[in-house]
């Protein structure tokens, strides 16, 4: 099983960033995903997850509407575009199997000017 997030980077706050997690080694669209993110000094906190056809989602009080998780189960993809980015955002995000200990290693967003 691996889990590959792509998509990182700086950004200003109040920009737009949009976080890929492709999967492989497993039926990706039996699955479903979650986003987390680990601030500096801070506990790893849920964001946001989706069920395996992207037909449920759930989210943080502190994302919601302002992040948005999607899933392409044929390219075995889940996205996470984040909106109107708050320095407190930034984090290193994972991508998660739910009900798994599957993650993937991991890619930095900072959000600053």
């Known amino acids: 099983v691996e889990l590959m997030e792509s998509g990182g980077g700086l950004v200003q706050p109040g920009g737009s960033k949009t976080l890929s997690c492709t999967g492989s080694?497993?039926?990706?669209?039996?699955?479903?995903m979650r986003w987390f993110r680990q601030a500096p000094g801070k506990e790893r906190e849920f964001v946001a997850g989706?069920?395996?056809?992207?037909?449920?989602?759930e989210y943080a009080a502190s994302v919601k509407g302002r992040f948005t998780i999607s899933r392409d189960n044929a390219k075995k993809t889940v996205d996470l575009q984040m909106n109107n980015l708050e320095p407190e955002d930034t984090a290193v995000y994972y991508c998660n199997i739910r009900y798994t200990n599957y993650w993937g290693q991991g890619i930095q967003v900072t959000v600053s000017s």
């Open positions: 989706t069920n395996w056809d992207g037909a449920e989602t």
């Open positions: 080694g497993f039926i990706f669209a039996n699955e479903p």
